[in-house]
């Protein structure tokens, strides 16, 4: 059985203010933190940055409230693929990106772990046999001059169950690969909540 469930938001924001920003050419972004875009099934959604919400940033001057996310997620025949764009983040930036168990909440622990197709049974995983972009969906972007970035996984399994991903959580930093640190990426800065 196939599931395929888009989210999407394609913000500007509507004023910058992070030093060093330009402003950026585009369309203010919605007056609401989530809506739907016309004409499109209830999952196809428009997500900002807001402090709360569906869209959450957890640390403005990383990810400013406004920015904005588009999720595209497909599941079929054995494969998995996650798009992430992120606008109008930090300038020429790295920032780590996974897929999680649980939705976003007030507190940034609140989405618990990266969704694993097999468990790692210690918690947190930093075993690269389990924290690794085969087992993991990783999305790590480097933003281009206008804080811009898009980035693509594929793995080799379906989102059900446990495997499901309930949010896009963004961090501080690259994700690790080295074994005692696999997977952490610094801190969680912004998170996306996916539909049920």
Not at 6 to 35: D, F, H, Q, R, W
Not at 155 to 168: K, Q
């Amino acid at each position: 059985m196939s599931a395929s469930r888009v989210i999407g938001a394609a913000v500007v924001l509507a004023s910058l203010s992070l030093a060093g920003c330009s402003s950026g050419a585009g369309t203010p972004a919605p007056a609401s933190s989530v809506a739907a875009a016309a004409g499109s099934s209830p999952s196809d959604q428009r997500v900002t940055f807001a402090e709360q919400g569906a869209a959450i940033t957890y640390n403005p001057a990383l990810v400013p409230v406004g920015a904005g996310a588009h999720i595209v997620t497909s599941s079929e025949a054995g494969r998995s693929t996650v798009t992430l764009e992120l606008t109008g983040l930090v300038p020429n930036r790295q920032y780590g990106a996974h897929a999680h168990a649980k939705a976003c909440g007030p507190a940034p622990a609140d989405s618990g772990p990266h969704v694993q197709h097999e468990k790692d049974p210690v918690t947190p995983s930093v075993d690269p046999a389990f924290a690794n972009p085969r087992n993991e969906v990783w999305l790590d972007v480097t933003t281009d001059a206008q804080g811009n970035a898009t980035s693509t996984s594929t793995v080799d399994w379906e989102f059900t169950g446990a495997s499901r991903p309930n949010a896009v959580v963004v961090h501080a930093m690259p994700t690790s690969s080295e074994p005692g640190k696999a997977g952490t990426a610094g801190d969680r800065v912004a998170c996306v909540s996916l539909p049920a």
